[in-house]
């Protein structure tokens, strides 16, 4: 079983639809929870870090559950510019300064006029 | 702010020459920074991890005297691919971490090495 999984998609929705990305991991000890967004031939610009809580920003909700070891991206009102690859990275490691991030394959969306 | 550059943005170079790539965060200090490798339509694979004023601890199957990394300062990390050959073309991104809090890592704009 792969750490990160997410369904790698490609999901299309039509614009203004809301759309659901799920991202599984397996080391019950991760800490630290983050979805990103890359689009072609970039780099990775962090979307938003997910709290136990839950957390919005703006169109967007990121959530997560400890029991299901599961986090969860939602999008509200799909824009054009929407349309990326979404990458789950969840914290492994040791602790202190060497604490890397384990990825996700991504999920690409495509929002579609 | 957490800006991370990254240099040169692409390079073209021959089999066999080494190249080096320059990765700094330029308005925080980070500790630590990670270098990391895209082929096409796949997703990241972490290379090596990057401590200041430490050596570097690489992934399984990453050749260290191949990859060179240094971590001079708290700015500053660099990757040089030496005798480079064909099948090391490909994206190098670099990240970095803030000294202090949270484990978000902040990429650099990537680096597109074609080795001919």
């Known amino acids: 079983r792969k750490e990160v999984e997410q369904d790698p998609g490609p999901f299309n929705v039509p614009e203004g639809a809301t759309v659901a990305f799920n991202c599984t991991y397996s080391?019950?000890?991760?800490?630290?929870f983050f979805w990103y967004r890359q689009d072609c031939r970039k780099e990775p610009k962090l979307l938003m870090s997910?709290?136990?809580?839950?957390n919005e920003d703006g169109r967007f909700t990121a959530q997560l559950n400890r029991a299901s070891q599961y986090i969860s991206l939602l999008i509200r009102d799909s824009k054009l510019s929407d349309s990326a690859t979404y990458l789950c990275?969840?914290?492994?490691?040791?602790?202190?300064?060497?604490?890397?991030?384990?990825w996700g394959l991504g999920t690409s969306l495509a929002v579609n006029p | 702010g957490a800006v991370v550059s990254q240099h040169p943005s692409w390079v073209i170079c021959k089999s066999g020459t080494s190249v080096k790539i320059e990765c700094r965060s330029l308005d925080f200090q980070a500790t630590t920074m990670f270098w990391y490798r895209q082929f096409p339509k796949q997703s990241l694979m972490l290379m090596a991890t990057?401590?200041?004023?430490?050596?570097?601890?690489?992934e399984q199957g990453v050749e260290k005297d191949k990859f060179l990394i240094n971590h001079a300062s708290l700015t500053l990390s660099t990757l040089t691919v030496t005798s480079a050959h064909p099948e090391d073309s490909s994206f190098y991104i670099c990240s970095a971490r803030k000294r202090r809090g949270p484990y978000e890592q902040y990429f650099g704009p990537g680096t597109r090495l074609t080795v001919t």
């Open positions: 990275a969840v914290t492994a490691g040791d602790a202190g300064n060497n604490r890397k991030l384990i």
């Open positions: 080391n019950s000890a991760s800490q630290s």
């Open positions: 990057s401590n200041e004023g430490s050596k570097a601890t690489y």
């Open positions: 997910v709290y136990s809580s839950g």
